[in-house]
């Protein structure tokens, strides 16, 4: 059977081809795949175990909420952490049926940008795929750098709560470096890494959840349940609430990592959705179950925000353990969580940059769309995703001006590449033109709502990514510059597109040898 032509006119039938689903096209001896078709370059290696376990360490939820906790109990306090996070938990659950649904029928490295290519009308294919996936490398290489950044900080925060005077330094370059090593030498136990660091998350999260518990102080249901800090200066309650979603936003960030693994995984119209709603489930569970064990036992809560660690969570292990070594021994697990969700992150991140630069859609992209011969790994994608976190990391380590910056801006770009491909989606099924539903599918009706329901949510958290935390006195420190990096690298990338728009090549269909 000979690989079909590939239409741009309008998105009919899945067309990517798996060895162990239904064909497209079979290369015959001494054929390659059509011209105007990918390749198989990547090596399968990932699968449903191993893929779950790389979703689940790229979001690291109950992570994270320790991580970030001063976002949400800062705007919004123990009440509105807790709405805050289901709100987000619902949220980025019917995000990730949109997204099981879209890599069922499309599974391709380029994700968001693939799928606009394919659902937009014929006459805005191109600048829309180019746009989502300039938004989409953005997203990925900001969230490389938000997650180094974590580690380095942790490291630092850990070190000045052991040692009062020790004087930080960029520590994140160890961390990035790290992810880099085992992305290129150590690449081939990636699958069997992610699985056993599954295992830990939740070993980990048991382990400080039931320590949280039996030893820490216990505020009360009132205290827990009845509680809504305004400490942001705004004068609407709503607003406040709203401003401290970023928090529990961050913490499902990343989910949509699977699908830029689709080209290394066995039967991806089905693993990968799988793995994106387990991962989802799982995560907000655990997530769930931290946030409450740390609202119930995390001692004062003024105290802990002006922690000097720069970490509340620090200072809230150290008044519920009321033990440096113990403080220290649990955060350490979270390190090491941490360090390998960047291996993770960084997987995914050059991956969407090899797929865009694929088609020509970045700079130097003869280079970064390039994989070694003998690895088959995009190393240019993965040492330029490194050196962009790099110089990022030449901003102080210590600046949470920078550090907020660079977490509103993940979000807007994650959520502004979801909402471009959603969107499409949602028009193709009211005029009647949407692509045949993969293997993998929630049904015709439930799928629109479904849609609909999953834009409302991507438009509120989009706009108010880019509040400040707070607006009490607010300085050139306290501003959030979130809202000044996007639209200039939007700006970028419309200028890239005007100059450069021609050598960019439409994503084409995916093709794979038997």
């Keep these: 059977m000979s690989a079909q032509k590939y239409e741009m006119d309008k998105p009919t039938e899945p067309k990517t081809a798996y060895p162990s689903e239904e064909l497209v096209g079979e290369a015959g001896p001494g054929q390659g795949a059509p011209e105007v078709q990918y390749s198989q370059q990547l090596q399968e290696k990932f699968g449903l175990t191993s893929m779950i376990g790389f979703s689940c360490t790229i979001m690291v939820t109950w992570e994270a909420i320790l991580f970030i906790c001063q976002y949400e109990l800062t705007d919004g306090g123990p009440l509105g952490s807790i709405i805050g996070f289901i709100f987000c938990w619902i949220g980025y659950t019917l995000v990730a049926l949109c997204l099981s649904e879209l890599n069922s029928i499309y599974p391709t490295a380029g994700g968001q940008y693939h799928w606009t290519c394919e659902l937009a009308p014929k006459s805005w294919r191109k600048p829309l ?99 809504f800090y305004n400490l942001g200066g705004y004068e609407e309650s709503g607003v406040t609430f709203f401003v401290g979603l970023i928090g529990p936003v961050f913490a499902f960030m990343g989910a949509d990592g699977a699908t830029h693994m689709s080209e290394e995984a066995r039967n991806p119209r089905t693993t990968i959705p799988w793995s994106l709603i387990t991962s989802i489930t799982l995560n907000g569970a655990l997530g769930f179950g931290m946030l409450l064990a740390l609202l119930y036992c995390q001692g004062d809560v003024m105290q802990n925000l002006e922690s000097p660690t720069g970490f509340p969570f620090l200072e809230a292990f150290l008044q519920a353990l009321r033990s440096l070594p113990w403080a220290t021994a649990y955060t350490s697990i979270l390190l090491v969580l941490l360090i390998f969700a960047n291996v993770a992150v960084l997987a995914a991140t050059s ?54 910056a660079v977490i509103s801006l993940v979000v807007a770009a994650y959520y502004s590449s979801y909402f471009n491909a959603i969107v499409l989606l949602t028009w193709r099924k009211l005029n009647g033109t949407a692509p045949e539903p993969g293997p993998w599918t929630i049904g015709k009706t439930p799928s629109l709502i479904v849609n609909i329901m999953t834009l409302i949510y991507i438009v509120i958290v989009f706009i108010f990514s880019f509040f400040p935390l707070t607006v009490t006195d607010l300085t050139p420190s306290s501003f959030n510059w979130a809202v000044v990096l996007y639209f200039g690298v939007v700006g970028i990338g419309i200028a890239l597109y005007l100059i450069r728009g021609k050598s960019y090549c439409e994503p084409k269909p995916f093709y794979r040898k038997q």
Excluded: C
Excluded at 139 to 156: E, F, M, P, R
Excluded at 209 to 214: D, H, Q
Excluded at 216 to 225: L, Q, R
């Design 351 to 404: 991956r969407t940059t090899y797929a865009f630069a694929r088609d020509n859609g970045l700079p130097f992209s003869n280079y970064l769309g390039h994989l070694h011969e003998g690895s088959k790994l995009p190393i240019w994608a993965l040492a330029f995703s490194v050196t962009i976190t790099m110089l990022l990391g030449l901003i102080n380590i210590g600046s949470s001006t920078a550090f907020n």
């Design 129 to 227: 795929s180019y746009m989502t996936g300039w938004l989409l490398v953005l997203g990925w290489q900001a969230d490389l750098a938000s997650v180094a950044y974590l580690g380095g900080t942790i490291i630092q925060g850990l070190a000045s709560l052991n040692y009062p005077d020790y004087e930080g330094t960029l520590i994140l370059y160890a961390v990035i470096l790290f992810a880099m090593f085992f992305n290129s030498v150590l690449a081939r136990f990636l699958p069997f890494a992610e699985g056993n660091i599954l295992a830990i998350h939740i070993l980990g999260w048991f382990a400080i959840l039931v320590s949280l518990i039996v030893v820490g102080p216990h505020h009360s249901n009132e205290e827990v349940w009845n509680t």
